[in-house]
């Protein structure tokens, strides 16, 4: 049995145990379970990210099939070597098809699955803390001490130092996502590139606070039904380089909470009392458009939505020359829309 707290979770995955073979890497942090499930990944296979050696699966064909995890699980490989299986949970029921595995675990294969904020006691989390050869991984937002240390390994890769005053202010506006983050500490680096340390001068002339960033106020237009701010946002995002993929995961992420919230609000809980149920933290301002998607939304039309903005996600992710094409089409589906839910 393997609990990893958030905070201890990157000195984890550096030094992975070897006699592991199921990972859950939970939490509020969508960019931060991306990127740690994506790291576990890369440290069970010693770096070698050949596709051959990894399989993607989706929560929602696992829900389908549970027999499609065990089939691909104990496949022996015709060249040998390591293999992962990197599993999306969606919110899918996985016990069936997880259960057999804990049981007689694949000799030559990692199951990594990613999975949203789970509460203590869930079942999928349950299974992965009490299994003997599994590890629970937590992931929730930064604080302030793994952001100074994130923010010092990014610059000092870049050779660059940064001053005190100009780390302390990026601090501050750096966002609750990890990959969020990371865009706004690259976007910063590649301004200050030609000189040899970033002051608060250059902190104030690029950095946007990471929340909302341009994303997040291209999801709340989407959300909130205002399509044509949120048609000239995307054209504007993915036309100054803004990823498909990372648009979409943030839909889902939202989409997701705002399910989860109208959920505790169909309970008989104002909006305030299920943010503070689900344990949301966002700045003032985001929580008030969040109230406001709330209202707009229903959970059975968000139901409804969840798979078919999944189902576009993965063809983000199976054909990336299609992927601001389909993030686009998602966007102007859910802010046309948006509104309907309420009848």
């Not at 942090?29 to 991306?34: A, F, H, K, R, S």
């Not at 969606?90 to 259960?99: E, K, N, S, T």
């Not at 992965?128 to 929730?140: G, L, R, T």
């Not at 209202?295 to 199976?318: F, G, K, M, N």
Request: glycine share 8%; charged share 25%; hydrophobic share 45%.
């Amino acid at each position: 049995m393997t609990i990893v707290t958030s905070s201890a979770a990157d000195g984890f995955i550096q030094r992975l145990p070897k006699d592991l073979r199921f990972y859950l890497v939970h939490g509020a942090d969508e960019g931060l379970t991306q990127e740690r499930s994506k790291a576990i990944v890369g440290r069970v296979l010693g770096g070698d990210m050949d596709p051959i050696r990894i399989v993607r699966l989706e929560g929602d064909a696992i829900g389908r099939d549970p027999g499609v995890l065990a089939d691909e699980a104990y496949v022996i490989p015709m060249f040998g070597g390591a293999r992962a299986i990197w599993i999306d949970a969606q919110g899918r029921d996985l016990m069936p098809a997880l259960l057999p595995l804990f049981a007689k675990p694949p000799g030559d294969c990692t199951i990594v699955v990613k999975s949203a904020q789970l509460k203590k006691g869930a079942p999928l989390r349950a299974a992965f803390e009490k299994a003997p050869n599994a590890a629970s991984v937590e992931c929730y937002s930064d604080e302030p001490k793994a952001l100074h240390h994130l923010i010092d390994a990014e610059t000092a890769a870049a050779g660059l130092a940064i001053a005190p005053d100009a780390r302390a202010a990026l601090v501050e506006l750096l966002g609750e996502d990890r990959q969020t983050t990371r865009g706004e500490i690259a976007k910063l680096i590649l301004y200050a590139r030609e000189r040899a340390r970033i002051e608060i001068e250059d902190v104030e002339a690029i950095v946007s606070d990471a929340a909302p960033s341009a994303l997040d106020e291209l999801v709340d237009q989407a959300l909130s039904g205002d399509l044509k701010g949120a048609a000239a946002s995307a054209t504007r995002y993915l036309g100054e380089g803004g990823d498909g993929d990372l648009m979409m995961i943030r839909l889902i992420q939202r989409l997701t909470l705002i399910h989860r919230l109208r959920l505790e609000m169909d309970q008989g809980r104002s909006f305030d009392a299920a943010c503070q149920a689900l344990y949301v933290r966002l700045p003032p301002a985001a929580v008030r458009k969040l109230a406001v998607q709330a209202e707009r939304w229903t959970s059975d039309s968000l139901a409804r939505r969840l798979p078919v903005i999944r189902a576009a996600s993965a063809r983000v992710r199976a054909e990336p020359r299609l992927a601001e094409i389909l993030a686009t089409r998602a966007i102007w589906s859910l802010a046309s829309r948006s509104g309907a839910g309420r009848g």
